[in-house]
Nanobody
Framework: QVQLVESGGGLVQAGGSLRLSCAAS????????MAWFRQAPGKERGFVAT????????RYADSVKGRFTISTRNAENTVFLEMNSLKPEDTAVYYC?????????????????WGQGTQVTVSS
C-alpha cells in the first residue's frame, strides 16, 4: 500500500504560480503511476496530469497544457505539480493519486491510492 500526503496549496492571484507536492510512503515506486486530479466546488473530480516513476513523457489535460508541469523526485518519493499562469477556473481541491499499474490513465477509477487533497484558490 501507498500513503499520499499533499501540500503547497494556498491563495494566489490570477497569472501567478504555485507548486504542489505529494509525499508518498515507501521507497520503491518505479513501477507506480502518479497523477493529479482536482475538484472545484459543485463540480466532479477531473484529471489534471499523470507521470510514471520510471520516467517517460507525462500526460496532461488539455485545460492545463503549457501551464502545468508534473515531475518526480524518486529519492524523496515525491511528485510535484508546478502551476503557472493560474486562472480563477483553476480553483479547486487538488488530489494526488497513485496506481500500482504501469499504464498512464486519466480515469479516476484507474488509481488505487489517494491523498486528502490541498486547496488552491486563484483570485481574479
Amino acid at each position: 500500500q501507498v500513503q499520499l500526503v499533499e501540500s503547497g496549496g494556498g491563495l494566489v492571484q490570477a497569472g501567478g504560480s504555485l507548486r504542489l507536492s505529494c509525499a508518498a510512503s515507501g521507497r520503491t515506486l518505479k513501477n507506480y503511476v502518479m497523477a493529479w486530479f482536482r475538484q472545484a466546488p459543485g463540480k466532479e473530480r477531473g484529471f489534471v496530469a499523470t507521470i510514471s516513476w520510471s520516467g517517460g513523457a507525462p500526460r496532461y489535460a488539455d485545460s492545463v497544457k503549457g501551464r502545468f508541469t508534473i515531475s518526480t523526485r524518486n529519492a524523496e518519493n515525491t511528485v510535484f505539480l508546478e502551476m503557472n499562469s493560474l486562472k480563477p477556473e483553476d480553483t479547486a481541491v487538488y488530489y494526488c493519486a497513485a496506481s500500482s499499474g504501469a499504464l498512464l490513465t486519466a480515469r479516476e477509477a484507474g488509481y488505487d491510492y489517494w491523498g486528502q487533497g490541498t486547496q488552491v484558490t486563484v483570485s481574479s
